[in-house]
């Protein structure tokens, strides 16, 4: 069982950055691998990123590709840098783990944290 806390969201000015963290709890984080996602009004979830547990491979949606970046540590945490923000980049964000190799589909994932909002104004 993995419970996952999200922190860091807020409202920042276009071209701005924000640094997501996800805090895992349980024994067996290096077990998962992990992703984010994001839902804005309206919207359905999608993927933004996700990471491998064994070799630190990562993947990006295109939409956020180069100005995004997923990383994690030993300490139970994964991280998304988000850099040169846009407003279309405003929604709720959601890190998610799954004990499967990562999947840009939220079927692919197995635990899910609560949120945190990220509003970029423009």
């Known amino acids: 069982q993995v419970q996952l806390v999200e922190s860091g969201g807020g409202l920042v000015q276009a071209g701005g950055s924000l640094?997501?963290?996800?805090?895992?709890s349980g024994r067996t984080f290096i077990r998962y691998d992990m992703g984010?996602?994001?839902?804005a009004p309206?919207?359905?979830?999608?993927?933004?990123?996700?990471?491998?547990?064994?070799?630190?491979?990562?993947?990006?949606?295109?939409s956020?590709?180069?100005?995004?970046?997923?990383s994690r540590d030993n300490a139970k945490n994964t991280y998304l840098q988000m850099n040169s923000l846009?407003?279309?980049?405003?929604?709720?964000?959601?890190?998610?783990?799954t004990r499967r190799d990562y999947?840009?589909?939220?079927?692919?994932?197995?635990?899910?944290g609560q949120g945190t909002q990220v509003t970029v104004s423009s």
């Open 42 to 62: 309206g919207k359905e979830r999608e993927f933004v990123a996700a990471i491998s547990r064994s070799d630190g491979r990562t993947y990006y949606a295109n």
């Open 86 to 97: 846009k407003p279309e980049d405003t929604a709720v964000y959601y890190c998610a783990a």
């Open 103 to 112: 999947s840009t589909l939220e079927s692919g994932y197995d635990y899910w």
């Open 64 to 70: 956020v590709k180069g100005r995004f970046t997923i």
């Open 19 to 24: 640094r997501l963290s996800c805090a895992a």
């Open 36 to 39: 984010w996602f994001r839902q």
